[in-house]
């Protein structure tokens, strides 16, 4: 399924949004696409994302359109570091943001789009109101798994369909991914990662805001 745009409550099959989008005039061509915020990041929708990822690189592809990574916490973003996951991403041609809310909350400046121009970008993320991640309302937001979101960053149209379709290869041949299964959980636990809270001062009346 794929939701959107500008609501979280216009729900597509993904054999059917091409046909949607191309009915209401809303662009075919992805944009970017973005998985992560803390709605969907973690370490299985991270594994299942990478899955994917590694599928696609290993026969020859890179993401099409930029594809940005935001891990949810301090916690996950170390924890697919150090598990290799994140350098995985980069290789096919990912931006890991930092791990805060960013898009997510309209905290992206977005230098590749002119403001005002009509676009379309996928996500995982929560809401795809409009202005909702970049100030644009002409952004046709589409929230959806990060699954979908992989492929579609490696296929950069809104009517690929994983289920039946082909990307081709830079040797000629066609490639399909095949079904991630993911990891719940890191077989060797969570790495913390660093500590960044800082305790308030003993004394503040020297303070001055």
């Known amino acids: 399924m794929i939701n959107g745009p500008f609501t979280p409550d216009l729900a597509h099959t993904l054999d059917k949004v091409g046909d949607s989008a191309r009915e209401a005039g ?6 970017v696409s973005l998985i992560g915020s803390c709605t969907n990041s973690s370490y299985e929708d991270m594994t299942r994302a990478v899955e994917l990822t590694r599928q696609a690189h290993a026969a020859g592809l890179k993401f099409k359109v930029p594809f940005l990574v935001t891990p949810g916490s301090e ?76 492929v579609m960053g490696f296929a950069g149209t809104l009517d690929f369909n994983p289920a039946t379709d082909s990307i081709p290869t830079p040797d000629g041949k066609e490639f399909r991914f095949e079904p991630p299964k993911g990891t719940y959980l890191p077989p060797d636990g969570f790495d913390p990662g660093q500590d960044t809270y800082l305790p308030p001062a003993d004394d503040g009346s020297a303070f001055k805001g």
Request: aromatic share 8%.
């Open 26 to 31: 809303w662009p075919l061509d992805i944009s």
């Open 75 to 150: 916690q996950v973003r170390a924890t697919i570091v150090r598990d290799g996951i994140l350098t995985d991403f980069e290789k096919a041609g990912a931006v890991v943001l930092a791990n805060a809310c960013g898009p997510c909350i309209g905290q992206w400046d977005r230098e590749e789009a002119k403001r005002g121009e009509k676009n379309t970008i996928v996500t995982s993320y929560n809401r795809n109101f409009a202005k909702r991640n970049d100030g644009n309302i002409n952004t046709h937001a589409f929230v959806t798994s990060p699954d979908v979101c992989t």
